[in-house]
C-alpha cells in the first residue's frame, strides 16, 4: 500500500503525491518545446527533484534526455579538465543506458583535452545533438551544491556560449537544458561575493524566467487525500482536512507531506485518536503540527543555518514577529530577495510576510529561545 513520503523523489506508484501532470505538461509546452534553457530554483525540498524525475520521464519517448546531479561531485570542480572529464564520464553512463549507436560512444568516450577541456567538451556537445538522431535535453540536479566555483561558471559560460552560436545558426547544442537549485542561478555571484557590481552578473542570463508554481492549492491536496481515502476508507472530511493543512503550509510541498505522514503513521493509533478518522481532524492535524515543530528535521535544520548565514534577513524577520514592523515588499532589495528564495517570505498587500504558519511559528519559538538566553526576555511562549 502506498505511503506519504518525504525523502527524497516521489514514486507515484510507491507514494501519495499531488498530481502534478498539468505543471509537467505546461514545462513541456512552453519551455522544453520551444527551446529554453531555464532553472527550477525553488527553496528547500520544494519539489524540484521530484519535478525533475517526472519531467524526465516525460520527455524520453521523444528526446534524448541526459540527467546528472552535482550533489557530491566535489571532485569534478578543481579544475576545467576534471569538470569536462567527469561530465564526459557521467554523459557516456548516460547515453550507453540510452542506447546510443557505439559510433557515437566511440567519438564521445574519447579522451578529452587537458590543455583546451571546456573547448573539447563543446565539441563533442556539438557532435552529440547533430547526430544522435534526437534532440537532445540536459538536466542537471543540486547545481547550487558547487556553484561558488569558478569553473561552474566557467561550463555556464561554455552553455550560454553554444545556446547563442545555435541560435544564430552557428552552431548546434542542447534544445533545452534545465538547471535545478535553490540559489537563482542568474544572480549566482550574490553567494560569490559582496561587491555590488558582480552581483547580479552570471553567464546564465540566457535563461528564462520559470513561473510555474509548484507550490500545492487546497484543490492539490484533496486530489492526494481522496487518493488516499479511496485505499483506506476511513470516512475523512476530505474538504476540510485539505483546507486546513493548506492553512497552516501555505502548499509548501515537505510541509504538507510531512503533516500528512505524521497524521497517518504517529498520530493515528495512540490514546487521544484511536482510529484513523479520529487522526484525520483538526485535533490530529494540531497534534501532528506539535509534532513537526518539536522534531528534528533537515527543513529546519536548514533553515537555522540559513538565518545565520543571512543575519540581515533574520533581523527582518524579528522585526516583522516581535516589533510588528512592516517592510515593503520590494524583490531587489537582497534581503527580501534572499528571504523569497529560501521560502521564508512571501508577499502579501505589498509587505513581506512569513511564508506560512509552520515557518512562523518556528521562527518564533527559536527566536524566543535566544533572547531569553541572552537575558532579554522572561516571556512564556505557546507552541500552538
Not at 484533496?222 to 476530505?238: C, K, N, Q, S, V
Not at 503513521?265 to 490514546?271: D, K, V
Request: hydrophobic fraction near 40%.
Amino acid at each position: 500500500m502506498k505511503e506519504f513520503h518525504v525523502t527524497g523523489t516521489c514514486n507515484p506508484r510507491l507514494h501519495y503525491m499531488v498530481d502534478v501532470n498539468g505543471r509537467i505538461e505546461q514545462i513541456t509546452r512552453d519551455y522544453i518545446e520551444k527551446g529554453k534553457y531555464f532553472t527550477i530554483n525553488r527553496a528547500r525540498q520544494y519539489g524540484k527533484t521530484t519535478t525533475m524525475f517526472l519531467l524526465r520521464k516525460r520527455l524520453q519517448d521523444k528526446y534524448l534526455v541526459i540527467f546528472i546531479s552535482f550533489e557530491a561531485a566535489d571532485e569534478m570542480f578543481v579544475s576545467s579538465y576534471a569538470l569536462a572529464a567527469g561530465l564526459q564520464r557521467s554523459i557516456g553512463r548516460q547515453l550507453r543506458m540510452q542506447n546510443t549507436p557505439e559510433d557515437i560512444l566511440k567519438i564521445w568516450e574519447q579522451p578529452v583535452s587537458k590543455q583546451f577541456a571546456f573547448d573539447d567538451l563543446g565539441e563533442r556537445i556539438s557532435g552529440l545533438c547533430l547526430k544522435c538522431g534526437r534532440k537532445t535535453v540536459l538536466m542537471i540536479d543540486e547545481v547550487d551544491k558547487n556553484s561558488d566555483n569558478q569553473v561552474f561558471l566557467g561550463f555556464l559560460g561554455l552553455l550560454r556560449s553554444k545556446y547563442l552560436a545555435q541560435a544564430g545558426g552557428m552552431d548546434t547544442t542542447f534544445q533545452s537544458v534545465i538547471l535545478a537549485s535553490v540559489y537563482d542561478i542568474k544572480n549566482l555571484k550574490l553567494k560569490l561575493r559582496s561587491d555590488e557590481e558582480s552581483k547580479y552578473n552570471s553567464p546564465w542570463n540566457i535563461a528564462e524566467d520559470f513561473n510555474i508554481d509548484l507550490s500545492f492549492c487546497p484543490e492539490d491536496i484533496t486530489g492526494m487525500l481522496m487518493e488516499y481515502e479511496a485505499d483506506r476508507a476511513i470516512g475523512m472530511d476530505i474538504p476540510e482536512m485539505s483546507q486546513w493543512i493548506y492553512d497552516y503550509t501555505d502548499g509548501y510541498p515537505y510541509m504538507v507531506s510531512r503533516l500528512c505522514k505524521l497524521i497517518d503513521e504517529r498520530i493515528a493509533g495512540t490514546a487521544d485518536f484511536p482510529k484513523k478518522k479520529d487522526a484525520w481532524t483538526k485535533e490530529g492535524g494540531l497534534e501532528a503540527v506539535r509534532l513537526f515543530l518539536k522534531e528534528p528535521n533537515t527543513l529546519f535544520d536548514d533553515m537555522v543555518k540559513k538565518l545565520y548565514e543571512y543575519p540581515e534577513v533574520k533581523d527582518m524577520l524579528c522585526g516583522i514577529l516581535f516589533r510588528g514592523t512592516r517592510y515593503s515588499f520590494e524583490i531587489n532589495n537582497p534581503s527580501i530577495n534572499v528571504g523569497v528564495m529560501f521560502g521564508f517570505v512571501k508577499e502579501r498587500e505589498n509587505a513581506v510576510a512569513i511564508a506560512n504558519r509552520l515557518f512562523e511559528t518556528k521562527m518564533y519559538n527559536l527566536f524566543l529561545s535566544e533572547a531569553e538566553l541572552e537575558g532579554k526576555s522572561r516571556v512564556s511562549f505557546e507552541v500552538v
